[in-house]
């Protein structure tokens, strides 16, 4: 027994181009290589911007100043030169009495504070609604543009009269010029000059919340951001994040190119050496099979493209892919313990390369995990819904305990939920696609061999109608391998199918053999008029007559595997030793001996025993577990001084389970019965 080693081209290669591929999708631009979170300390260098950047808002801000915007109404009011100019011309015409040299002076303060503008005393009200009037904010129209201004820089007519007199006080102190304007009429020539426009608010308020500033404020260029050692508070976090997405979409690799390539390069190749060991450490022999090989390759490449591709062009989008699915496109061709580790790794970009990997990493490694295992429950029908409502359950636990954990914004939530929640139900919808893959790399899913292994096969009813006896024998032979195959880890589904269709030749001629012949001792017995060599002939060729079958059906070629292979290259003993007692010649042998292929795999090798206990174990009338023991282990060890297991991949450990398992199950199904008394009349 021994593993054969597959040839170094046939590992390398197909790596090697991954490789290449991975370089080529690597990012271009320099990523922002901070982890932080908020109350933590700072644990890197003093941090200083390279260049100016909005401090955006979070999203709570956002909505929070739309909602303010909602309740709180903006004062909307046109400037009027009329008001302004006529108001200036009453002064200049007011006689003043003996202090009409300080008239110049009045109407340059006049005029200033009309440049600020001049509103009314009483409150603005509105004509409908339950909304507040702004007190810190108006609009003022000039020149057909409207802009927002705080109410402090605008005047009442009261704010007015007293600015008027504070600003000629310092350079008129001996004149009560409170008492002068009363007494001349400045005071009452003052008139607002900011005109309130009740419809123009109300269509403001209406629109008020269509735009809302996504920025807070700026953020210098060497201006410093946090410092080593200092608390990342809330406000340190937001202008991080800020500098973060700044950095991320327009700020350039300014180094070196060729020790950015460098770096993608030695990604790349790390990102390889862990797939190549993950693949070597969990089932070497996977680089044996060309086709499966690059079908894992494929997939492996297909959701590090994926992650690439949507993260670079709409990262929000990472939520809503289902990962999951690929873990299942492994599944369906490979063992749990090979399909964990690799898909594990074809996440690690979602880990170096996201703004919030950590989180995606999580989240989707634990959604994979539990659905490799609950998969088999609800696979088929409406059941697969369940199993997406589990992935989502999953991918829901993973995302709000970091949400908690980070104290983030709220405001989205929904609609990241919402995003998980359709990935979850794309992982139904995707999985069809595994039958695309089966037909592009000629494999075998698992669903294809439960669907070979139903007994309302035609091709399985057939074989039921023609050969009873072969039926229920292969339905014998499938309890055996399903039984071995759980206790030595085999593969189960493909050892049930090939147990169903391993003699489906014999229904060419199904009564060549024994356990179709009629219960009738009178009925004419096929082999009764036959030689020894012709009977041979004709048992031995229920395996080509299989394989011609299995083409015609169009069989996987795993199953046509184990039709060539569950006899090998052993003899028809009964004939042989007929034909030899009988003084045939030794050297004339070669009709006796099945031409088939010695068993590969370990599948192969338990299929094979199984065939023959079950077979041999017809012709037992003693099942103590010392004829059992001694039973089983005269079969396999026939086995092995033929030589049928030599080139098989099958440990001694295994062998040792299997005839184990063996001996149990012959004592458990043909224990002895209590015999029931009779009743006395």
Excluded at 140 to 156: H, W
Aim: one cysteine or more; a neutral charge.
């Amino acid at each position: 027994m021994q593993i054969s080693t597959p040839k170094l081209p046939r590992k390398i290669v197909p790596l090697v181009i991954v490789f290449a591929v991975l370089v080529l999708l690597m990012p271009r631009t320099a990523k922002f290589n901070y982890d932080y979170k908020k109350g933590t300390p700072w644990p890197y260098e003093t941090l200083i911007s390279q260049f100016d950047f909005p401090i955006l808002k979070t999203s709570d801000q956002i909505q929070a100043e739309r909602d303010e915007a909602g309740t709180i109404v903006i004062p909307f009011y046109r400037y009027s030169e009329e008001v302004t100019s006529t108001a200036v011309r009453n002064v200049q015409s007011l006689d003043l009495g003996n202090l009409n040299s300080i008239r110049p002076a009045v109407v340059t303060r006049l005029s200033d504070i009309y440049a600020k503008g001049v509103i009314s005393d009483g409150k603005v009200k509105l004509e409908q609604g339950s909304a507040q009037v702004s007190e810190n904010l108006i609009y003022i129209q000039r020149n057909k543009r409207a802009t927002q201004y705080p109410r402090s820089e605008v005047y009442k007519v009261s704010e007015a009269r007293d600015e008027l007199v504070a600003g000629l006080a310092k350079s008129y102190p001996s004149v009560n010029l409170d008492s002068l304007f009363r007494r001349t009429g400045v005071y009452e020539a003052i008139a607002p000059n900011l005109l309130y426009d009740g419809a123009m608010t109300e269509l403001t308020h209406a629109r008020s919340d269509d735009y809302v500033s996504p920025t807070l404020g700026y953020v210098k260029a060497d201006e410093k951001i946090v410092s080593k050692g200092e608390i990342v508070t809330a406000e340190i976090a937001q202008i991080l994040d800020s500098y973060k997405e700044e950095y991320n979409k327009v700020f350039g690799y300014d180094g070196p190119r060729v020790l950015l390539y460098l770096g993608n390069i030695l990604l790349s190749l790390v990102h390889v050496v862990i797939l190549y060991f993950a693949l070597f450490f969990a089932n070497p022999k996977v680089f044996d099979d060309r086709n499966r090989y690059y079908y894992l390759l494929t997939v492996f490449l297909l959701v590090t493209m994926i992650t690439f591709v949507v993260e670079r062009t709409a990262s929000g989008f990472l939520y809503m892919i289902p990962y999951p699915v690929f873990a299942l496109y492994l599944l369906a061709f490979f063992r749990k313990r090979l399909v964990f580790p690799v898909y594990m790794v074809s996440l690690l970009p979602l880990l170096v390369f996201c703004g919030n990997g950590m989180e995606l990493f999580v989240m989707y490694l634990a959604a994979g995990a539990v659905t490799l295992e609950t998969f088999g429950s609800f696979s088929k029908g409406w059941l697969q819904f369940v199993n997406a409502l589990i992935i989502f359950g999953v991918e829901l636990v993973v995302f709000l305990g970091f949400r908690l954990i980070d104290a983030g914004s709220t405001s989205l939530w929904w609609v990241n939920l919402l995003q998980i929640f359709v990935g979850a139900l794309a992982t139904v919808a995707l999985y069809p696609i595994i039958y695309l893959f089966e037909r592009l790399f000629n494999l075998v899913s698992v669903t294809r061999l439960i669907e070979l292994a139903d007994t309302n096969n035609p091709l399985l009813q057939e074989l039921q109608a023609k050969a009873p006896g072969t039926f229920q024998h292969c339905l014998q032979v499938m309890n055996l391998v399903d039984a071995v195959g759980h206790a030595t880890d085999a593969d189960v589904p493909l050892l049930r199918a090939a147990a169903l269709y391993h003699d489906i030749g014999k229904m060419q001629n199904p009564l060549c053999f024994v356990e179709n012949e009629s219960s009738n001792p009178d009925a004419p017995k096929y082999h009764a008029e036959k030689t020894p060599r012709e009977s041979a002939r004709d048992i031995i060729r229920h395996v080509d007559d299989g394989l011609a079958i299995a083409d015609e059906h169009r069989l996987p070629d795993k199953i046509k595997a184990f039709i060539r292979t569950h006899h090998g290259t052993s003899s028809t003993a009964y004939f042989l030793n007929k034909y030899l007692n009988d003084g045939g010649d030794p050297s004339q042998v070669g009709d006796f001996y099945y031409h088939g292929q010695k068993p590969a795999t370990k599948e192969e090798v338990i299929l094979m025993v199984c065939d023959s206990i079950e077979a041999a174990s017809r012709s037992l009338r003693d099942f103590s577990p010392e004829s059992c023991n001694r039973f089983v282990e005269g079969i396999v060890s026939g086995k092995e001084q033929a030589g049928q297991f030599e080139d098989a991949d099958i440990t001694l450990h295994d062998m040792n389970v299997m005839k184990k398992m063996l001996k149990t199950y012959l004592q458990q199904i043909y224990h002895a019965r209590v015999a029931y008394p009779k009743r006395r009349g």
